[in-house]
């Protein structure tokens, strides 16, 4: 969990952050109706969870530096006896200040009423333009608002600037509480990968497995994904985002898993990819060592001094020198990775940074160069083979062969930590385990 006092801590770095005569305005997520009655569970909008740990809807935060009657505004549901029968208690107003550090709390019937006053005389207001009509529109009716009093001497805002930008850059370094969040995440991720593997047998469904990982997730407390499982048994490997999950599980296939859990909103994301029967056949063993090596090359190249496109490059030389071993390519690496023939068996990045969201912000690229690594940045490295069964031109034994190895890599200051190493993934490790 992470503490208290530091959702405080990220609220002053944003304020420093802010040049003078600025305000922040940010809004939770919305519900969203599954059908009729029925609510999806609800997930808090990450940038509004990391900056006030508050986990209600119809929640708007301001940031007003150097505001006397207090910088830090929330506007929330009050506390409501017929809510609290049905649903729980919420926070109400109390709750928002005692519980969540806020200056001021305010009913949210009352923003259109109470946010001119907070937006006044302030050059320039943070907000995420466009990604929420709600929010536009609040802004704007109280830039208006504001502007309407112009005679009596007050000053509206005239420049809207998108929150993103300074907010993300925090986002994208962990603190030490983010990084003990995340472990848990990825323990809890790598234990639901090796039930996956135990449970794993000839003629068992896609969808019996995913209950595995689920089930491994729930009764660690864990109970969102962070994104769908993939459950993927033989050529099902080959479709990357693949979510029917509802085929049988066939003798001599693989079956590849990419799951994560989420923890306090802090997401993992693992890919392991292993013979149904427990045992690898030639060809699946070639493909599968190749992905590794190029796994394993990626890996080692995460440290700082080195950039983000590091192990995409790394992977590449790889994978595209070993296909070429194996006769799936034909010609001069070099050649090859520039013409990238090798997009034809890999087709996605070698990974993305790693945090709230699974595919979490931060800048890949400044001033027109890649991003260069720091300690605290946390990455996925996931490279992957996809040979299509309709590949009519590739020798028959590779066909319907798919392949994904991904672990979540934390930058350290001497070079990285994988935090989701815990789950099988050298060959004989994984045929061990899987005739333990
Ligand atoms: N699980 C989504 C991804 O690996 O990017
Ligand atoms: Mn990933
Ligand atoms: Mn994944």
Redesign the pocket.
């Known amino acids: 969990m992470i503490p208290r006092n530091e959702f405080k801590q990220r609220r002053k770095r944003l304020m420093r952050l802010m040049p003078k005569g600025s305000v922040a305005i940010i809004a939770s997520a919305a519900p969203s109706i599954r059908n009729r009655d029925v609510e999806y569970p609800f997930r808090q909008d990450s940038d509004f969870y990391y900056l006030t740990g508050f986990n209600e809807h119809d929640s708007i935060a301001v940031l007003a530096p150097g505001r006397k009657q207090g910088e830090y505004v929330v506007f929330c549901r009050e506390h409501d006896e017929k809510l609290a029968v049905w649903v729980g208690r919420n926070a109400g107003l109390e709750g928002a200040r005692e519980g969540y550090g806020a200056d001021e709390a305010l009913p949210i019937g009352e923003l259109q009423k109470a946010l001119p006053d907070l937006i006044e005389n302030r050059e320039r207001v943070y907000f995420a333009i466009g990604r929420d009509d709600d929010l536009d529109r609040h802004v704007m009716a109280a830039v208006n608002a504001v502007r309407a009093k112009a005679r009596a001497g007050v000053r509206a805002p005239f420049e809207f600037v998108a929150l993103e930008h300074l907010l993300h850059e925090l986002r994208l370094v962990k603190s030490t509480a983010e990084i003990k969040t995340m472990r848990r995440a990825a323990e809890v991720s790598v234990a639901a990968h090796k039930r996956a593997m135990r449970a794993c047998r000839p003629g068992r469904y896609e969808y019996e497995i995913e209950a595995e990982l689920v089930h491994e997730f729930t009764r660690h407390g864990l109970r969102s994904q962070a994104?769908p499982c993939?459950v993927a048994g033989g050529e099902n490997a080959c479709v990357l985002?693949y979510t029917d999950n509802r085929d049988p599980l066939r003798d001599g296939d693989l079956l590849l898993i990419?799951a994560?859990a989420e923890h306090d909103n802090y997401a993992a994301?693992i890919?392991r990819t292993f013979p149904v029967n427990g045992r690898f056949s030639d060809p699946q063993r070639s493909l599968y060592e190749l992905v590794l090596e190029a796994q394993m090359a990626a890996i080692k190249s995460v440290k700082p001094g080195n950039h983000w496109n590091d192990p995409h490059d790394t992977a590449v030389r790889v994978l595209t020198k070993g296909l070429v071993s194996l006769g799936l390519l034909e010609g001069k690496v070099n050649a090859l990775i520039k013409d990238e023939a090798y997009k034809r068996f890999y087709m996605h990045r070698t990974g993305?940074w790693l945090g709230m969201d699974?595919?979490d912000v931060g800048d890949y690229r400044t001033d027109d160069a890649w991003r260069p690594f720091e300690p605290g940045m946390v990455l996925?490295v996931?490279p992957g083979l996809y040979v299509p069964a309709d590949c009519t031109d590739v020798d028959p034994r590779w066909r319907g062969i798919g392949i994904r190895i991904?672990d979540d890599v934390l930058v350290t200051e001497k070079g990285h930590e994988v935090l989701t190493g815990a789950a099988p993934k050298a060959v004989d490790e994984i045929e061990a385990f899987m005739h333990s």
């Open positions: 994104y993939i985002h990419d994560g994301d890919t993305h699974v595919h996925t996931e991904e």
